[in-house]
């Protein structure tokens, strides 16, 4: 932990400057911080009073800055900031957030200390780990606020919907632990057929009841992630989890549209090189391009070294308001696209990868359907190596 931590001193976000010509590279990530906002407050809006936000900042907020979006999140009233390891958490306590932590998945015993000491708040989905937290718990003489996990159907952490009853008691005899929240995950949230997720609400209910009849009511409880807190008002209780919907990214596309919510972040570079080939000229390692007919190329300064995916004559980047293929395979350091369509196009035009350009617009999904995986995977896939910029 200790060498963590003195990384971590070395390692702080990188400095982000507010002004939208970045000097270090000919490519980069922008944050729109008004955009943030907004969409906190329309999901914030959108909610019951009653219900609590603890905005999930994990991964460095999907790739878009922990404490930028942390810093947004408490513009609307954030009851909880749920991030996912002790060195997510050791950056919001550092930049001296007040608001208190989840720290979501399970822990090694390891990790315990800390947790007590900070009073980062655990999920606890294991009997050794109640029993670890409530020992170091005793030994500080002071009382530690935890949060049940239960599994009601992810099959992941937590304790299992049908074995709480059994395991309540030895759990509540546990001394100097608060039981202040009981959370459970979705595994099928944002998919048009509820029926695993009423299950599993169904089954958090009955586990909520089977607490309330060993006589504990825990003040936060929590089942919903972006996914519920669009399509399940029936699962917000008092506390929801969202993560990827204040980012301006809906978790699917059959999931209710929230209107105003626009994605905060673009990744942008600039032509760093444009040029002709010649019918049969090829582009690019292994050749997996030739020219048909005389083509004029752009090369843009981005590839699989920046997260960008390694799609091989696939794929589209915005040019001019247009969308311009991909030729060729994507290397570590840059990718073509062909502008033959677009010939106003010049040397350092600005290329977007993820955002919009004129009336075009390319979405973290087309980049998820060009690579085969998800929104979620491509927002975290944007590798640190690209400077971050914040506007607006
Ligand atoms: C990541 C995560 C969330 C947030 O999920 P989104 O789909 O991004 O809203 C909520 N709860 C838990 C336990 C998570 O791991």
Partial sequence: ??????????DAEPAAVSAPAPASRSAWVEIDVARLRTNFRLIREDLPPHVGLAPVVKDNAYGH???????????????????????EAD????????????????RHPDELPACVAHGWRVCVGELAIARELSRLATEAGRTVPVHLKLDTGMGRFGVRWDELAAMLPELLRLPHLDWEGVASHFAMSDEADKTFALLQLERYQASLQNLIEAGIRPRFQHLCNSGGVLDLPAAHFNLVRPGILALGVFPSRVCRRLPGIAPVMSVKA?????????????CGYGLRYHAP?????GIVPVGYGDGFPRLRNAGEALVRGRRAPLIGSVAMDAFAVDLTDVPEAQLWDEVVLQ????GEEITAQDLARWKGSV?????????????????G
């Fill in 91 to 106: 950056e919001l306590r550092r930049a001296g957030f007040r608001t208190p932590l989840l720290l979501l998945g399970e």
């Fill in 270 to 282: 600039r032509l760093v090189s444009v040029r002709r080939l010649q019918p049969g000229d090829p």
């Fill in 1 to 10: 932990m200790s060498q963590v931590l003195s990384l971590l001193e070395t």
């Fill in 293 to 297: 007919t005389p083509r004029r190329i």
């Fill in 375 to 391: 929104s979620y995977d491509i927002l975290v896939g944007w590798r640190a190596r690209l400077p971050r910029v914040r506007v």
């Fill in 355 to 358: 955002g919009r350009q004129g």
């Fill in 65 to 87: 800055g922990a404490l930028t979006v942390a810093r947004a999140a408490i513009e609307v009233g954030a009851r909880f900031f749920a991030v996912n390891t002790l060195e």
